[in-house]
């Protein structure tokens, strides 16, 4: 049994989500990224068409119609920038207090509000009003989050690139664009603030900053890492000035193991460089891996202690899908192929481990949930939800399977102390999986994207016998057996 209160729900994206009926946002770097000729030709994106999708904008009321019958009592929701800012920002100057190139404040006033309010789209503030209204009607929990990947095209136009290895996932942050971000977060929690129950600022920020990175170099990661510590830092004081609800940061996880477990000094270092680094900065103040790295120099410069950058977490969101399994090479480690994360040349059936494998090429690894939770609570003991947990499997073959083994393993980290309340499956609907367009089906509900009507798969069903039992019912332990 999960505990009382505990909440069962969904997430979503705005960009993967809510286009097709009506609305079209051609304002974003990912619209322009996803249509881009030269893109299709190259295979770098599917050619599909972010519009035609499952059309959330306009069906909310529906999927959450289905979330309810489902047994549904949360969501995650993501507002996109460009829909409430389709034109810049800039013009609305703030005061910025720097020290070595550290934002240290950004300082926001009501005066900052009301210039943004006569740059705001109030249509698209009023649509997601209505959808959040809807939500709370329902008496859910809700989560509300700031940015997952798509940037306004007025941040990131991905015609002006400087590096052709740069890709659409959201152009790094950097200084001015971490200015415009707070001015949005901030704009958005004194409108939202009390009706969300928690806040995220970012979805994933280690995917940005692990792909457009300039290259693979630690040093360089950790420059661009740094700006999304000082994003989210800057983000939570501004917006707790208009709100009194919890904020966090969503991060992506892989359960990292060395090769066979032979080399458990290399698990840790991989851990701390893809997981604590970004936590002990925003949760302690440490930033040790980035005072010589941004400093371009071996001998530690500045402090390593930041003040202003600690105790900036209330909560953690927990996506997790698989396990990475790392091994050492000449400058570095590497991802071993056919395992974890890495199987996408592997056939579709099985891993290297013989478990089976997504439609994404992800094998499938139970266990992994569990660990992630427990390091988190071991180390910082914060609140957590898994904001995302679910698989690409359009036959529904495993995901029936993979949900069970998933909520047991959840289920014993939380028997273990973890403190985690609630657990929102990506995804409730079928939806726009990025490069890879429609071909990917993560949803519990299939959607048809011609007519756009919505098909149970077995798994919503068996998601409504877990929400209805709290746990995992009787009937259905047998398939948490780990038969991968
Ligand atoms: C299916 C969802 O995936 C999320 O993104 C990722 C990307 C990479 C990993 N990984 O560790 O290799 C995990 C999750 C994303 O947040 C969401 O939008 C979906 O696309």
Not at 32 to 60: A, Q, T
């Given at each position: 049994?999960?505990?009382?209160?505990?909440?069962?729900?969904?997430?979503?994206?705005?960009?993967?989500?809510?286009?097709?009926?009506?609305?079209?946002?051609?304002?974003?770097?990912?619209?322009?990224?996803?249509?881009?000729?030269?893109?299709?030709?190259?295979?770098?994106?599917?050619?599909?068409?972010?519009?035609?999708?499952?059309?959330?904008?306009?069906?909310?009321?529906?999927?959450?119609?289905?979330?309810?019958?489902?047994?549904?009592?949360?969501?995650?929701?993501?507002?996109?920038?460009?829909?409430?800012?389709?034109?810049?920002?800039?013009?609305?100057?703030?005061?910025?207090?720097?020290?070595?190139?550290?934002?240290?404040?950004?300082?926001?006033?009501?005066?900052?509000?009301?210039?943004?309010?006569?740059?705001?789209?109030?249509?698209?503030?009023?649509?997601?009003?209505?959808?959040?209204?809807?939500?709370?009607?329902?008496?859910?929990?809700?989560?509300?989050?700031?940015?997952?990947?798509?940037?306004?095209?007025?941040?990131?136009?991905?015609?002006?690139?400087?590096?052709?290895?740069?890709?659409?996932?959201?152009?790094?942050?950097?200084?001015?664009?971490?200015?415009?971000?707070?001015?949005?977060?901030?704009?958005?929690?004194?409108?939202?603030?009390?009706?969300?129950?928690?806040?995220?600022?970012?979805?994933?920020?280690?995917?940005?900053?692990?792909?457009?990175?300039?290259?693979?170099?630690?040093?360089?990661?950790?420059?661009?890492?740094?700006?999304?510590?000082?994003?989210?830092?800057?983000?939570?004081?501004?917006?707790?000035?208009?709100?009194?609800?919890?904020?966090?940061?969503?991060?992506?996880?892989?359960?990292?193991?060395?090769?066979?477990?032979?080399?458990?000094?290399?698990?840790?270092?991989?851990?701390?460089?893809?997981?604590?680094?970004?936590?002990?900065?925003?949760?302690?103040?440490?930033?040790?891996?980035?005072?010589?790295?941004?400093?371009?120099?071996?001998?530690?410069?500045?402090?390593?202690?930041?003040?202003?950058?600690?105790?900036?977490?209330?909560?953690?969101?927990?996506?997790?899908?698989?396990?990475?399994?790392?091994?050492?090479?000449?400058?570095?480690?590497?991802?071993?192929?056919?395992?974890?994360?890495?199987?996408?040349?592997?056939?579709?059936?099985?891993?290297?481990?013989?478990?089976?494998?997504?439609?994404?090429?992800?094998?499938?690894?139970?266990?992994?949930i569990y660990n992630i939770v427990m390091s988190y609570h071991k180390r910082?003991?914060?609140?957590?939800?898994?904001?995302?947990?679910?698989?690409?499997?359009?036959?529904?073959?495993?995901?029936?399977?993979?949900?069970?083994?998933?909520?047991?393993n959840?289920?014993r980290a939380i028997?273990d102390g973890a403190?985690?309340?609630?657990?929102?499956?990506?995804?409730?609907?079928?939806?726009?999986?990025?490069?890879?367009?429609?071909?990917?089906?993560?949803?519990?509900?299939?959607?048809?994207?011609?007519?756009?009507?919505?098909?149970?798969?077995?798994?919503?069903?068996?998601?409504?016998?877990?929400?209805?039992?709290?746990?995992?019912?009787?009937?259905?332990?047998?398939?948490?057996?780990?038969?991968?």
């Amino acid at each position: 049994m999960f505990p009382k209160n505990f909440k069962f729900g969904f997430s979503e994206a705005g960009f993967q989500f809510e286009m097709g009926v009506s609305d079209i946002d051609t304002n974003t770097d990912w619209y322009k990224w996803s249509h881009d000729s030269e893109n299709i030709k190259n295979h770098i994106v599917s050619g599909d068409r972010p519009e035609e999708g499952v059309g959330y904008w306009d069906l909310y009321p529906k999927d959450h119609d289905l979330a309810e019958y489902i047994g549904m009592n949360a969501a995650r929701i993501g507002i996109e920038w460009s829909r409430i800012f389709p034109v810049s920002t800039e013009r609305v100057k703030v005061e910025v207090i720097e020290e070595n190139g550290d934002i240290l404040e950004i300082k926001i006033t009501e005066k900052t509000i009301k210039e943004l309010d006569l740059l705001s789209d109030k249509n698209a503030m009023q649509h997601y009003t209505n959808i959040f209204n809807d939500i709370k009607k329902r008496g859910w929990f809700l989560v509300i989050n700031l940015f997952h990947w798509s940037l306004p095209l007025w941040i990131n136009d991905p015609n002006n690139r400087n590096s052709e290895k740069d890709n659409a996932l959201g152009n790094c942050m950097n200084r001015s664009s971490v200015i415009e971000f707070v001015k949005y977060a901030a704009y958005i929690s004194y409108y939202f603030g009390s009706l969300a129950d928690r806040f995220a600022t970012m979805n994933e920020p280690n995917e940005v900053f692990k792909t457009c990175s300039e290259d693979k170099r630690v040093e360089s990661y950790h420059i661009r890492m740094k700006w999304f510590v000082e994003a989210h830092a800057r983000s939570y004081d501004a917006m707790k000035q208009f709100t009194n609800r919890q904020i966090g940061v969503i991060y992506a996880n892989g359960d990292v193991q060395s090769f066979e477990n032979k080399d458990p000094k290399l698990k840790e270092e991989v851990e701390y460089e893809q997981r604590y680094s970004f936590f002990d900065a925003l949760i302690h103040g440490d930033v040790h891996w980035y005072v010589s790295a941004c400093r371009k120099t071996n001998h530690v410069h500045g402090k390593s202690i930041r003040p202003d950058l600690s105790n900036r977490i209330d909560w953690i969101g927990v996506n997790y899908y698989s396990r990475n399994v790392v091994k050492r090479k000449e400058d570095g480690y590497e991802n071993v192929r056919g395992l974890g994360y890495d199987t996408g040349w592997v056939s579709y059936e099985k891993s290297l481990d013989g478990r089976s494998v997504s439609e994404t090429g992800w094998e499938i690894y139970p266990e992994g949930i569990y660990n992630i939770v427990m390091s988190y609570h071991k180390r910082y003991e914060l609140p957590m939800m898994i904001t995302e947990n679910g698989m690409a499997d359009d036959n529904d073959r495993f995901r029936p399977r993979y949900l069970v083994s998933h909520l047991k393993n959840l289920e014993r980290a939380i028997n273990d102390g973890a403190k985690v309340d609630g657990y929102l499956h990506w995804a409730l609907t079928d939806n726009f999986e990025w490069g890879s367009g429609f071909s990917k089906k993560f949803g519990l509900i299939k959607v048809d994207y011609k007519t756009k009507k919505r098909y149970l798969r077995p798994s919503a069903l068996i998601m409504k016998e877990i929400t209805k039992h709290n746990g995992i019912p009787e009937e259905l332990e047998w398939l948490g057996e780990d038969k991968f």
